[in-house]
């Protein structure tokens, strides 16, 4: 192999990894650009990622990768140049090697919102939006919201002093509540958002009433294993559009491959069904 072809190299690296649709992605992506390069994916233990990290400053192997669980907050504070996103959200999914640095951003936001703007055009239209949850995936979530002007953001969560963490890192739109608030702050919403992993691969989910959202009001999960979630399919029911959470998955993609590979690629209905087969065949 060249080594043109190796500077053609990228990654998704975490622990454990197997699970990872990253690589049928950029792959389908290569493939469709006709660029001669690869990407890997690549298990690597915590107790190992300080060193794998030296090792991308150096070796000069990958043009850079994604970062996945656990690794994503380490991965922020051993980059050498995190952007402002990343710094934010102290974590980061996304790295690139130029002269020796690595540079780190997170694009799970953006992932987010671009899934949102394809599916469901307009909900940034939303004067009040409900987060459900507060763990690490409610961080972008709440960040690229916020970003989007949406003006009143209510986090509702199990244990209320997590969710008062992010209303302190977010700023004054962003308002931290204990479950049992969820109705009230529901009252009059655009948009709700499920961060949690409650619908999970059949894991039991909480009965919500959607009814008192505006009637046009938006219900998404950012969990896409199932397709449709207990939580979506409650929604529909009560007459709210939902949007499945797989093209937050496929549009954070998107930066990542642009900065390695030199061509931004399109989130379409192609790869959607790609990554939907795959899904179906491991149910």
Partial sequence: MSDSRETLTAFVVGHPI???????????WLHGFGIAGEYRAIDVAPEQFETFFADLRTSKKFRG??????????ACKLADRPDELAQELGAANT???????VHATNT??????????????????????????????????????RDRKIGEIH??????????ELADRFGSRVHAHEMGALREVMSGAGLFINTTSLGMDGQESIAIDFTGMQNDAIVT??????????????????????????????????????????????????????????MDKHQ
């Fill in 221 to 278: 999960d950012i969990v896409y294993v199932p397709l449709k979630t207990s939580m979506l399919k409650e929604a529909e029911r009560q007459g709210k559009t939902t949007v499945d959470g797989l093209g937050m998955l496929l549009n954070q993609a998107v930066p990542g491959f642009e900065k390695w590979f030199g061509k931004r690629p399109a989130v379409d209905e192609q790869l959607r069904q790609l990554v939907i087969s795959d």
């Fill in 108 to 145: 799970d936001g953006y992932g987010f919102v671009a899934n949102l703007d394809q599916r469901a055009p307009g909900w940034a239209k939303a004067d009040k939006a409900v987060i459900l949850g507060a763990g690490g995936a409610s961080r972008a979530v709440i960040q690229a919201v």
């Fill in 155 to 164: 986090v509702v969560n199990r244990t209320v002093e997590r969710a008062r």
């Fill in 65 to 74: 990768g994604n970062v996945t669980i656990p690794h994503k907050e380490v």
């Fill in 18 to 28: 197997h699970h990872s649709r990253s690589p049928m992605i950029h792959t389908h």
């Fill in 95 to 101: 790295l690139w090697v130029t002269d020796g640095l």
